[in-house]
């Protein structure tokens, strides 16, 4: 099967102090290529806009190193995922990517196989922090805790008066719970701000739950709710008329988490009511799987190095003309002259 492209985006660069140099705070050393891997990328959904970008941006990194690369969509569906999974070690791969799929004890006994034969393990939002687990030899994620902060500041710092926050989460993830549990802390700390709801709703369902949903909590919160925070853009997608039809033009929404084209869309064109999105950087962090299995593939640790989250917003969309996270960063020409044997491009 087929993703979408990865979308190139502006990024609040004052907000995020990596991102004020220009130039790469990742890796600048590490193994040659090693090409002819066979490795399965397998999507927790294919839906779901920042695993697809990852997706392409590894597509991209695994074409210069000369990997066979296969991706598979688990539809959501815990029972396919783990047939896929099966899959791909019949397949004697090399290395298996699992793509926003909560990588859990329930997947203890085919980790064990994989170790077994030696099939390399690596996570992208597969556990709740960035970094090797007892089951990957890394997962490649932004840090839950700035993302959950970064959209909560940006709540505050941008609202006068009061502020009732409903949070929408999807609870069978670690990570999005981590990230909620961090936007409840962060919103206790403020004097002006009240949490209405944490209300619990699947990612791949939000389309069809969402129109209800906001009929039945504005109904039961009215002007007490000012804004809504969740741990995915995909809540978001289907909001706005619903908000509308209510007449609450008024609520605010930001997303702790994600970056999809089309939230990124909505948020540059200045009139949709998502006025922001704490994004992963998800071209890089494409590429980071690859040098991560790269590194794998030669006997090598992890890279150690951990992405940080970039909060996006039309002011900053518009000051930067459609600047790109590539080139502030210059991830592609890093990397490959890592593979290369190249000097380190700043």
Not at 146 to 175: M, Q
Not at 184 to 213: H, Y
Request: proline share 4%.
């Amino acid at each position: 099967m087929a993703f979408c492209c990865a979308p190139s985006f502006a990024v609040d660069a004052i907000s995020n102090p990596v991102l004020k140099k220009s130039g790469w705070d990742g890796p600048i050393d590490g193994p040659p290529k090693q090409t002819g891997k066979k490795v399965t990328f397998i999507a927790q959904d294919s839906r779901n806009g920042g695993i697809s970008s990852a997706y392409r941006g590894f597509y991209l990194a695994a074409i210069e190193l000369g990997w066979s690369l296969n991706v598979v969509d688990g539809k959501n569906d815990k029972s396919l995922i783990r047939s896929l999974f099966v899959e791909a070690l019949n397949q004697h791969q090399d290395a298996i990517i699992l793509g926003g799929i909560d990588f859990d004890d329930a997947y203890d006994d085919l980790s064990l196989r994989a170790r077994q034969e030696k099939v390399v393990l690596v996570g992208w939002h597969a556990a709740v922090k960035p970094g090797p687990t007892r089951n990957l030899f890394v997962n490649i994620t932004t840090p839950y805790e700035d993302v959950g902060k970064k959209a909560v500041e940006f709540v505050i710092g941008n609202s006068k008066g009061e502020i009732g926050i409903i949070i929408l989460n999807d609870d069978r993830f670690g990570i999005a719970n981590a990230k909620t549990a961090v936007m409840i802390e962060a919103i206790s700390r403020c004097s002006r701000c009240t949490l209405l709801a944490v209300e619990n709703m699947q990612i791949g369902n939000a389309n069809k739950e969402i129109p209800d949903a906001v009929v039945r909590l504005n109904q039961q919160y009215g002007k007490k709710w000012t804004h809504t925070l969740a741990i995915n853009d995909a809540y978001f997608d289907a909001i706005n008329v619903p908000l509308i039809r209510e007449g609450r033009k008024d609520i605010q929404n930001v997303s702790a988490g994600d970056g999809s084209y089309i939230a990124l869309s909505r948020i540059k064109s200045g009139i949709s009511q998502q006025v922001a999105t704490v994004a992963e950087p998800f071209g890089l962090q494409g590429w980071q799987l690859a040098d991560e299995l790269n590194r794998a593939f030669s006997g090598r640790q992890p890279s150690g190095y951990i992405t940080k989250p970039i909060l996006i917003t039309t002011p900053f969309m518009n000051q930067l003309k459609g600047a790109e996270i590539d080139s502030i960063l210059n991830y592609r020409e890093n990397y490959s002259a890592i593979w290369t044997g190249k000097n380190y491009l700043k």
